[in-house]
């Protein structure tokens, strides 16, 4: 007879729905904290908080709101953002996390392309939505929230306030019955070229990604620890660690309007925070004033490093200086957006000092969930050598498979089901990849790739760097060449040519650059990432001074 393994297991859907009943049972009593500026700390529990999401979820039904209406925010990170992460979702409506960074027209497109229903602003930042609204058709309803900054302008009184609609609505005490596969998010990707474009996270793809995302191999989160979200929740979901947190149920502090590192320093110290995330931008910014103010950061157990290539030095400097082992972490707002982290593994862990900077220089091995390969530019996969270089590509069951309403990006998926992530990278025999620029940032010079990356990491382990970036000018010969923009330490006098004579014996000759721009800051994207986009801009008609 034939064996029969219909049936056997359970069919049960991987929603959020699971993770927020889970923890309102079992986590009541942990607490979240949202800083408001020139104020104590709002402080409520998970059972405080569990209530009001599902009197919000209440309010949405009464605001007309269906499944799979986009409920957009326009807001800082706070308990409220938090609360709007779960009603919307676990209504069957699908919450799309605005970047409050973006130009008028870019946010005009980005709410026109989701066809928003409803957008909930934050009392600071009404202005910015208030100067398109008219040209926001799709938008029925929008809803202030009170952020308690100060001077922000008067709430509208034609819009409903926020405390208001929940205290006043009827609790959902059912959640809808949703499949795995419903639409639970969506962000846009900040577009260098062309227009945004739209990635819809199914509850499926947060739910495997936040499992993972929670393994000691990965960020090894737990109820114990005391979270603090510094990653803008408009950007990939804060890296899905708001959902993770709750799933776990640890304690949560979010970092309000306007959040400057002395803040950061401040809430870590006080707050005793054990794990939080952000690009390198912040950390180096942090590193300087815990230097130079000796804010106690010691509760920290790992800080997860990403979104750029965290500094070999930086590191260094966070285990040496405060005992912190940096995550650095890899991944895109197509990935939900975890790929990799690195971690030595337990037979590296006697290697000398070098040789483990080496290892936490890339950016690690692929998450459980993740599969990773290189190609050649004729697709062709190429071997985990640590030499051969070539395009990233990724599969899984949390990296996009296509773009919202968006046929013209079909070339980003291979016909054989990865994405291509327009990342160069090479991986070694353990399996760490090493990313050595995004497509676009690559420098080829006479024929020879250039890692913006490496040369940037190397001058940034140089004591008189506070930040580089270095850039692609074009040039007759050679059709194009590095030229290095590099910010100095506050109150150090630096050279130029200081720079080049440090450099000279760590690069190849056709590295090095073929000059060093001291410039005031580097300008940065919206998400706080170095933004060569402008410099290359700046720098395009580059010519040699004359000596
Ligand atoms: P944005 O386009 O706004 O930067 P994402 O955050 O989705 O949006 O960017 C993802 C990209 O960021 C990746 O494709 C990669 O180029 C870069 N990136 C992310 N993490 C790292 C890292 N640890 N090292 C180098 N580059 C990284």
Known sequence: ?????????????????????????????????????????????????????????????????????????????????????????????????????????????????????????????????????????????????????????????????????????????EWPALAET???????????????????????????????????????LSE?????????????NSWCLPYSAVMVGADQIFAGANIQPPDICRLIQAEKVTFTGAVPTVWIAIKELCEKEGYDISSLRTIAIGGSAAPRSLQQAYAKNFGVQMSHAWGMTEMTPLGTVTRLKSYMEDWSEEKKYDVYSRVGYASVGVDVRIVDDSG???????????????????????????????????????????????????????????????????????????????IMSHPKVLEAAVIAVPHPKWVERPLACVVPKPGSALEPSEIIEFLRPQLARWALPDAVEIIDAVPKTSVGKFDKKVLRERYKSWTPRQA
């Open 224 to 236: 114990n620890d005391r979270i603090l979200h510094i990653v803008p929740m408009f950007h990939a």
């Open 182 to 220: 419903d639409a639970a998010g969506m962000c846009y990707t900040s577009g260098t070229t062309g227009h945004p474009k739209g990635v819809v996270y199914t509850h499926r793809a947060m739910f495997l990604h936040c499992l993972a995302e929670a393994t000691a191999d990965l960020f090894g």
């Open 380 to 458: 062709a996969e190429l071997p985990w050598d640590g030499e051969c270089m070539g395009e990233l590509q990724v599969r899984g069951p949390w990296v996009v498979a296509s773009y919202y309403d968006n046929p013209e990006s079909a070339d980003r998926f291979t016909a054989d089901g990865w994405f291509r992530t327009g990342d160069v990278a090479t991986i070694d025999a353990e399996g760490y990849v090493q990313i050595t620029d995004r497509t676009k940032d690559l420098i080829k010079s006479g024929g020879e790739w250039v890692s913006s990356v490496d040369v940037e990491n190397l």
């Open 1 to 173: 007879m034939t064996a029969r393994f219909d049936n056997l297991m359970m069919s049960y859907p991987l929603t959020l729905t699971h993770f927020f009943e889970r923890s309102r049972r079992l986590f009541a009593k942990k607490t979240i904290a949202t800083r408001v500026p020139g104020r104590p700390l709002f402080r409520y529990t998970y059972a405080d908080f569990a209530e009001r999401t599902m009197r919000l979820a209440g309010a949405l039904a009464t605001l007309g709101i269906r499944r799979g209406d986009r409920v957009a925010t326009f807001a800082w990170n706070s308990h409220r953002h938090l609360e709007l992460y779960w009603a919307a979702p676990l209504s069957g409506a699908v919450l799309h996390t605005l970047n409050i960074r973006l130009s008028p027209s870019d946010l005009t497109y980005i709410i026109n392309h989701a066809g928003d229903s409803t957008i909930f602003v934050d009392a600071s930042l009404w202005p910015v939505i208030a100067g398109i609204r008219d040209a926001l058709p799709t938008v029925r309803r929008i809803v202030i929230m009170p952020d308690g900054v100060a001077g922000a302008t008067e709430t509208p009184t034609e819009h409903p306030e926020y405390e208001a609609l929940v205290a006043g609505a009827e609790p959902v005490r």
